[in-house]
């Protein structure tokens, strides 16, 4: 199979295969583990990133849901706020309703209909106010002629001293100087007052009555209608000669004064009734009494309210379709909601105050938003600045258009924190999850790392050994076969032969010693016995042993043995493998270095036995690993000489074994010293042969 140059790079960095092609092994591998990869993808980072992402929108969604949660019920306690005020305008609606069917009048006993009307007012076909009040004015001064005024004044001075008869015939007089009806009516009024005071009460009574048929419609200066007046004082000097017939003249005046309309701004027929009742105070029914003097209250509130707001009364009379109540609210500056509605023919306008409605709605709103524990309801007046944290801001209906209804939170800071806090909490649990599985992967990679390295040394080691087999058995048959056709000089060459079989036999089975003992020591199957023994007897047979295979690469072996060395609890064999695994390795990478060399101390913690050479040393980066089982360097130096990579493994397991350790001590280029000590004192429990 043919790949770019790239993906070759690619592949073999991915397999940690730095030197040689790769082999189609590699790429298996490789497919391995891209379907590995795959797989973890697929399986584990794919859902791990998607559930992030999900709880990652869920953070903002939560909190968009509490926003959204809040709004809803900030709207609905506005709503609330709405219905509240609309519910005093139905109610009103209703009870008008509801009286025009009992065919009684809505004029009257506001309290029934609204507690916030202050007043209501019937207007005539031609849009003119007709009830209970209407738009007048105080009749203009007319200056009253000089001989009116003395003949007055004449009078006036008579009814000091008391000469009745002269004042009376004074007053006469002047009615007969002026031409003015209000003149002639003040005059006439004077005159039947001096008559009743002389005490021609009849005579009187009947100056009174001459005085309202014909003035009955005349207002004088001071807005008093002059038919009331003279009606009230004939009444009263009824009312004293008999009882009776007075009171009745006098229920009858305050009757008809309270079923007509009075005027805007003059309080004549409000004075005239409030002083009929008082004379029939004890003269007439308690009832009728009580009933009447209701009815002078709310006639007289009514005209006061309706002085407040006159300017409006004449704007407000617009024709509305049949039974539909038309509203016009509070304007800036206004102090009315007014309501218009034709009912039975009739256009009446009802005015609501908007001050107490305003007071009134404004505790409701404080009452319903407190039903809500994080929200406050308030109403706001036009130019009112607007609070922090609102949520709704609604305009009162038609009622109290310039007034907005607010609803907001009642601790925006606290909710901004409770909110953070919610979203930093998830925050963290996200983050540590994402964190978790970025480690999952850091070391999921890592352990495939180490699996697919493992797989790629085993595959290196069963190649090296079979390598390793190969050569000295090529040697041996090669030699042996000479020998046995004859090929061979005899004499020198025959014996060199020889040594060459037992060389490589011996070599063989070194190898096979150190893979049998490998995969004891894999088993768990390797047992040594300890005894005490010569190790400097040991290292200097072993390294006997093994002089002809290391001079044999041009080298020179020195050896350094003490005298006197104590004696050590060793397994002779194992420390001979351990020796001779050294030694062998020091001949084949210091092959250039001219030296190896063997020395044994005493140390501090037992007995030292250092084996160096000068040769290739060996990377700080390679120094811890080199005891791993099947390591070997992916220096080329290395991998150009032929290997196993168990040959320290099996070292380190032997000394471990005796309790003792390994250390190597290296630099590249320059030279390696391995050094193993066994202590003195045998571990603890070993003594005899296992
Ligand atoms: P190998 O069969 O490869 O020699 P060993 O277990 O004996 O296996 O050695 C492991 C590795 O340690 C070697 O592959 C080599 O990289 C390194 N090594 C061991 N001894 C030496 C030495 N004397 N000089 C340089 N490198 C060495």
Redesign the pocket.
Known sequence: MRMPAIVKQLAARLLGRTEGELRPQDLRRMRDVLRFSALFASTILLPALLLSALALSSIRSQVLAVDAELRSRANATSEQVQLELARIFDRFEAATQERLARNESPLNNLGELSPYLRGAYRFDAAGALAAPVELGALPQPVPAPLRFRNALRAGRAAEAEADWRRAAAHYERAAGLSTHPIHVAEARLARARVIGDAGGTREAEQAYSDVYGDFAAVRDERGFRVGDLALLKGAELRLAREPDVGSVALQNLVEQLLDSPWTVGLAGEATVVRRAIGHLEGAADPDWLARTRARLNERTDQLYWAEIVAAELELVAVPTPEGDFRYAGARIGSPSIWATVQLSGDLYAFSFSAQSLFEDLSQAATRIGALEEDLIAELLLPGQPQPMGVFTVEPLGPWLPTVTAVVRQADPKQLAERKDRARLARLAVVTVAVFMVAVGVVFSARIIGREVENARIKADFAA?VSHELRSPITQIRLKGEALQLGLVDPGEDTQQHYDAIVHEAERLSRLVDNVLDFAAIERGAKKYSLRPDDLTAIVYHTVEATRSAVEARGLELIVDLPEDLPVAWVDREAVGQVLT??L???A???ADGGYVGVRVRVGLEGIDVS?W?R????DPK?QAQ??EHF???N?PN?RR???????????RYIVEAHGGSVS?E?RSGV??T?TVTFPLEPPAGVGAKA
């Open positions: 090296n695994n050294l062998s390795n020091a084949k990478y210091g084996v050479d040769g290739i040393g060996i390679d080199i005891f390591y070997r360097s220096d290395v000489r032929k290997g196993t990579g168990i040959g320290l493994t099996i070292v190597v290296s030279g390696t391995f």
